[in-house]
């Protein structure tokens, strides 16, 4: 069964001046295919650093901790290569890539995933099927990848992806703030078919909205750069009712 283990994971970030700044503080994390885990934490806790940080974006350094996926050293590939291995990484501010459409975009990440070219008459009837279940107008093929795309349309390419690539563990990391109801429901049910399968789901949201159309099998408190509490889907609960605040205090003085 597919695991990603996140071991005492320390990460910095340099502002190219006087030195790196650390942002996580040793981050303990296993997601099991499956599984659905929420990280959960107020604006600026490290959320979007650790989804960077799993990816390989060349801004963070792990200064120490490991990171591994079927006890693979993850921090040693390379993007593509934890592509791959079964890591799906989708970003808070996806990049506009103005020419490269949609369709193409989808192609080549499957063929790179799959290590071959699926037939084109194939790709495109798989595609336009796995874009039916999710309510996308078909002329969405064509549009320039994440151009213009409203926050419900990135969420919903990002479902498509996860539907095409069939990944082991994927990070979500939410803004849910910019979706309508309607793509909420969309986006769940989307998450909620891959949970109990394959895919271990990590999703990072600083709302407890979408947690009530997808229910987490673990919840977890991100502050000051670590995490704080866990527990089940009251978690949650708590959170939407009382606010961060004891979290934040604890972050800090930990
Ligand atoms: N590339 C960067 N350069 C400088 N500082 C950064 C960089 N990335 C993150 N930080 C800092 O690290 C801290 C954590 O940021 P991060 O984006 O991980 O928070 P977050 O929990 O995702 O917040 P939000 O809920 O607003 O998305 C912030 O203080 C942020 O300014
Ligand atoms: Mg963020």
């Not at 792990?62 to 040693?76: A, F, P, W």
């Not at 595609?127 to 549009?143: E, T």
Request: proline share 4%; charged share 25%.
């Amino acid at each position: 069964m597919a695991t990603l283990e996140i071991r005492d994971l320390h990460v910095s970030v340099g502002d190219g001046s006087d030195g790196a700044k650390e942002i996580l503080r040793g981050v303990d994390l296993t997601v099991k295919a499956g599984e659905i885990h929420a990280i959960m934490g107020p604006n600026g806790s490290g959320k979007s650093t650790l989804a960077y940080a799993v990816a390989g974006h060349p801004k963070y350094e792990i200064t120490s901790g490991s990171v591994t996926l079927d006890g693979e050293d993850v921090l040693e590939m390379s993007v593509d290569e934890r592509a791959r291995a079964g890591l799906f990484l989708a970003m808070q501010y996806p990049v506009e890539v103005p020419g490269v459409s949609v369709s193409n975009f989808l192609r080549s990440a499957v063929t790179a995933v799959r290590g071959e070219a699926p037939k084109l008459r194939e790709f495109t009837k798989e595609m336009k099927r796995a874009m039916d279940d999710l309510s996308i107008d078909p002329a969405f093929a064509q549009r320039s990848l994440n151009e213009g795309f409203s926050g419900g349309e990135k969420k919903r390419h990002e479902i498509l992806q996860l539907e095409l690539l069939r990944p082991k563990v994927a990070v979500l990391d939410e803004t849910d703030s910019g979706l309508d109801v309607d793509a909420l429901k969309v986006v769940s049910e989307g998450i909620n078919r891959f949970s109990g399968g394959e895919t271990g789901v990590l999703l990072i949201t600083h709302y407890t909205r979408i947690l009530r159309y997808v229910q987490p099998d673990f919840v977890h408190v991100f502050a000051g750069g670590r995490i704080v509490a866990a527990g089940g889907p009251e978690l949650a609960e708590e959170l939407e009712n009382e606010g961060y605040e004891k979290y934040v205090k604890a972050g800090v003085s930990a």
